[in-house]
């Protein structure tokens, strides 16, 4: 993966694919939002037991899957016999955990881009980055960044793939500054900071952009036409959206 940072966000992201369309971090997300006419989708991404990246948000099955345990404790042929869209459809469905290559396919078939959240997988976070950086390495065409909530991961990101498009995501400044989050992606050279929509203000847009950092900012709910254009009057250069209704103009 030789990617040079020129990334070019566009103006929403689908986030987890479109969560409030259809199941979360599934094909058929993803796909709905390439349906739609976003360029760029977002998604989670953890190892099985066996060590291939799969999509997924939390650290339990439980939410998505309804099923009990993490998935580094199954193979990912025992994962992908569970049903990932019953808990949105209520109702038996055909809906698998997608792995992350299947994903890969998708968005070179769909010409879209992606950015790929690193789960912490508390224990695992140097496998998963290796295995990620094993599936992502043969689709350098595909536009893409990595991001995390997690330090250690995103260190690690940053030190295997140094010219690759990143993001440190903050959801709060009491675990970080905003001195040490500009600090952190000079250290380790990245170029965008994703941040909760709850920390944005002008003084902070301001020092990130003196930063020359890219913004995306995300919601823990869906972000409505005012909301999107305040965003982007302050400043901000990208948001994870998950439904995009009323917002064409920024598609």
Known sequence: MTQIKKIKLPKLIGHRGLKDLCPENTIESFNKAFDIGLKFIELDVKISKDN??????????????????????????????????????????????????????????RNGGLNIELKPNKGFEKTNIRKVIEVTKNYESTEMFFSSFDLLSFIEIS??????????????????????????????????????????????????????????VYSDNNMNLQEVEECFNLGVDSIFIDNPKNLSEYL
């Not at 193979?75 to 994903?103: C, H, M, R």
């Not at 903050?170 to 050279?189: A, G, K, M, P």
């Open 52 to 109: 291939i990246p799969i999509i997924l948000h939390d650290d339990s099955l439980e939410r998505t899957a309804n099923h009990f345990g993490s998935p580094t404790e199954y193979n990912y042929k025992e994962l992908k016999k569970l049903d990932a869209g019953s808990y949105f459809y209520n109702k038996k469905t055909n809906i698998i955990i997608p792995k992350l290559i299947d994903v890969l396919d998708l968005c070179k078939k």
């Open 159 to 216: 030190n295997e793939l140094p010219n690759s498009n990143r993001s440190f995501l903050i959801d709060t400044f009491n675990d970080y500054s905003l001195d040490q989050i500009i600090n952190i992606s000079s250290v380790y050279n990245s170029n965008i900071c994703g941040l909760n929509l709850s920390l944005l203000s002008q003084e902070v847009i301001n020092i990130i952009k003196k930063a020359n950092l890219l913004i995306t």
